[in-house]
């Protein structure tokens, strides 16, 4: 069964203490991984898209890298408004989109 | 360009009643999901679909009936609602990334 694993469930930093999340996922014939941030009470907010390993994308203080087995959220030196819940979801090769649980991220000022 | 648009976008229901949620999307995306989120948990799928007239299940089906008569039109039917699913619910259509609706908040009293 396709499963997206998410780690660690919460993290709590210093602002401007850098660090990374996780997203793992079982090998099936990935066709793409997402990265969104979700504040409570709102909808998903999309940050990016990757399809393939080796590929990394960058906005702002975030960088996201993918390998075949895993996904990286590189946080450097954040912010207090970084503060959310992120969120990866997997494309599988049987069309499912499925979520990972999610990292709460606490930027402490 | 409207994206995705949910309705409604609050609704409450008695245990036992029916109703359905609403998803249209006016990108001309072949893929369309229903999540639904509970209290600081992830997005959980409901059912997705790859087409017109091609619907399946996702993680948590039961209770849930879909169609997709068109690509633009994805209802979600819930019958006879049990307090277990209370929950907001987000449809979303899938392009270069997964694009959300506003979700759905129901309560099932």
């Known amino acids: 069964e396709d499963q997206v694993t998410q780690s660690p469930e919460a993290l709590r930093l210093q602002e401007g203490e850098s660090s990374s999340l996780n997203c793992s996922y079982t090998?099936?014939?990935?066709?793409?991984l997402f990265w969104y941030r979700q504040d409570p009470g709102k909808g998903p907010e999309f940050l990016f898209t990757?399809?393939?390993a080796g590929e990394e994308k960058e906005k702002e203080r975030l960088k996201a890298t993918l390998t075949k087995k895993e996904s990286f959220l590189h946080i450097t030196a954040p912010k207090p408004e970084d503060s959310a819940t992120y969120l990866c979801?997997?494309?599988?090769?049987?069309?499912?989109?499925?979520f990972g649980t999610g990292t709460r991220l606490t930027i402490i000022p | 360009n409207a994206g995705v648009t949910q309705t409604p976008k609050f609704r409450i229901l008695k245990i036992g009643q029916s109703m359905t949620l609403q998803c249209t999307q006016d990108?001309?995306?072949?893929?369309m999901y229903w999540y639904r989120q509970d209290p600081g948990m992830g997005l959980k799928l409901i059912y997705y679909?790859?087409?017109?007239?091609?619907?399946d299940k996702g993680e948590v089906p039961n209770g849930y009936n879909v169609s997709r008569s068109t690509t633009e039109d994805f209802p979600l039917r819930l019958e006879l609602a049990a307090p277990s699913q209370t929950s907001v619910y987000f449809c979303?259509?899938?392009?270069?990334?997964?694009?959300f609706g506003e979700g759905s908040r129901l309560t099932v009293l």
């Open positions: 979303a259509s899938l392009g270069g990334e997964l694009f």
């Open positions: 990757l399809y393939s």
């Open positions: 979801a997997v494309l599988f090769g049987n069309e499912k989109l499925t």
């Open positions: 990108m001309n995306h072949n893929y």
């Open positions: 679909s790859v087409g017109a007239g091609i619907t």
């Open positions: 090998v099936s014939g990935l066709r793409g």
